[in-house]
């Protein structure tokens, strides 16, 4: 069993795909750093100063003037901006996965058309093996 597992490890597609993951995982931090630090305070700043990251509903019934102070308190929130910022993350995150998938399946060679196993029959039209010498359905002699 061990050995099954290690050729299964060891075959190209794991590996690759374990690569993919390390990759992606840290492709995912830089881009929830460039929204929450380039993207989001721009916007921010053209829709009147809005920090997205504080945006919240209190959900506890009492007063709190920011997010951090409602989390310290344990109070139920709704983090309505930090759901906007991460579904900005997505969005950006699955542009650039759909441009890398484009660019790699039009650098991909398409495979060579497989050698014909059949031929008309030239006096029925038929479709007939490829190393047929009589047609089995006319029965002609086909060359």
């Keep these: 069993m061990l050995k099954e597992f290690k050729d299964f490890a060891m075959r190209g597609n794991v590996i690759d795909m374990a690569v993919g993951i390390i990759i992606g995982a840290a ?7 460039f929204v929450k630090d380039i993207i989001m305070p721009p916007i921010g700043l053209m829709l009147g100063g809005v920090d997205f990251s504080s945006l919240f509903v209190n959900l506890s019934g009492k007063t709190y003037a920011t997010l951090a102070e409602a989390e310290k308190a344990g109070a139920p929130t709704l983090n309505y901006g930090l759901f906007i910022n991460t579904v900005i993350d997505f ?16 650098l991909k060679k398409a495979p060579p058309p497989a050698d014909p196993t059949e031929k008309d029959c030239p006096y029925c039209l038929s479709k007939i093996p490829i190393k047929a010498t009589k047609c089995a359905h006319c029965t002609s002699e086909v060359t």
């Design 27 to 33: 492709f995912g931090k830089i881009v929830a750093s």
């Design 91 to 106: 969005v950006i995150i699955a542009f650039a996965i759909f441009i890398v998938i484009k660019q790699m399946n039009r």
